[in-house]
């Protein structure tokens, strides 16, 4: 039988050198080597469940009743942050996203099964919900437990921001945070701002942001909620168990996520840790690091097989989330990129943008990331590395509303650096329905059929 929440337990370790935290202090880096720390569960009392009591503890919460067990993060508590209180969980019905098959865009990219997982409808928008209904929680617990912390504070590119904002502010907990100026989309800008965050909008880029946060959350009373903290990294690994259960209780052969700060590929990694530890799945998948050609340390750090890694200046990129040029978690991603005979791809702002668009067009509405995504894989199937046997799972890890501006402006023509193969604008003539009928008869084609 399910055994009783108390007894399962996780603490805070050092991924350098394994020293072990308090899951309940407050701490970001180990006090020993400075490495970072990740969330290590107690593995034994997870094992005296069976594979198959997983599965259906599982099974049975997901998207169920039962609050918060019907969170797809929260559905997975034990294995996620296993000594919360549940009266201490902060959910707005995260994770429970699709995953949709692309017939169509498969065919015309000639690959095989072909599947986006598509976080991107969460809650604010993005996957950044998944990671920071755990952090917040988490917050909220300490708070009760007497620490002492006036605010939560975040550097973004704009959906960590407004992850954050939207669950502190539905607990009740102040937010701060830090933005690079001019440098996200409106609609993240606007989505801390209407939530009351204290947004300070800094004339630097993402990694200056970094550099600011590190240093205001010295001061224990502001806590940090990028995603060096590792608690973001437990509600984002959920992906993984989701696609294995959405896919049967299958492994998919490949799946291809986009990257920037490094945190979700190694969250990625860590659900399917887990998995195969208490004997769900046997096999592992490869995994694909997609960047952004404009801002690619990994991807250059892979070219020479990590020997060497040197952070870059990160340059404009439509994929304006993921224009970081010196992540925080790389050492975390590097190991996870190792553990699953993984690669690294990059795109360029042309091959990003038409990948989204040649998408759209088979029933997407695709945001800039997971167009650099697209791209790679697009690029791997193209190169035999994918097969055709194969099953790829694309992350989606935002939606296309989110960016209206990229959209509009791919469709008018009017972004630089690419070249719009499926533009798409529309017809402005007269409110008479004679001019309509010509241009009906202009622009369908005689019916074919499908
Ligand atoms: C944050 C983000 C990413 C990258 O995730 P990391 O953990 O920083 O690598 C990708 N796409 C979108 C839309 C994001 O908001
Ligand atoms: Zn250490």
Known sequence: MQEKNSSFHADLRCIECGKVYSIRQV????????????????????????????????TERYRGAQEPFNSGVWGKK??????????????????????????????EIGAGDFRIKQCGISHTGSFKDLGMTVLVSHVKSLIAGGEKIRAVACASTGDTSAALAAYASAAGIPTVVFLPRGKIS?????????????????????DGCMRIVKQVTEDTGIYLAN????????????????????????????????GGNLGNVSALGAGFKMLKETGIISRMPRICLAQSANA????????????????????????????IGDPVSYPRAVRTIREFDGIVEQASEDELANAAALADRTGFFNDPHTGVALACAMKLIKAGTIKKNEQTIVISTAHGLKFAE?????????????????????????????????????????????
């Open 27 to 58: 701490i970001y880096r180990c006090s020993d080597c400075g490495g970072l720390l990740e969330v290590a569960h107690n593995l034994q009392s997870l094992r005296k469940n069976s594979a198959d009591q997983w599965k259906n503890i599982f």
């Open 186 to 206: 409106l609609a993240q800008l606007v989505q801390p701002l209407a939530a009351g965050a204290l947004v300070i909008s800094l004339e630097t880029d993402f």
């Open 78 to 107: 034990e294995w996620v942050l296993p000594q919360i209180e549940d009266s201490d969980i902060v959910t707005l019905g995260e994770g429970c996203s699709p995953l949709i098959r692309m017939k169509r865009f498969s065919q």
């Open 406 to 450: 990229f959209k509009t402006r791919y469709h008018n023509k009017s972004l630089s650096d690419v070249n719009s193969l499926h533009s798409n604008t529309p017809v402005e003539i007269p409110g008479d329905i004679d001019t309509v009928r010509r241009v009906l008869g202009e622009k369908l084609r005689p019916s074919r059929g499908l």
């Open 296 to 323: 690619a340390p990994m991807y250059k750090s892979f070219l020479n097989k990590f020997n060497k890694y040197e952070p870059v200046q990160a340059q404009a990129t439509l994929a304006s989330a993921i224009q």
């Open 227 to 258: 995603s060096m903290n590792p608690l973001r990294i437990e509600g984002q690994k959920t992906i993984s168990i989701e696609i294995c259960q959405q896919l049967g209780w299958s492994v998919p052969d490949w799946i291809v996520i986009p």
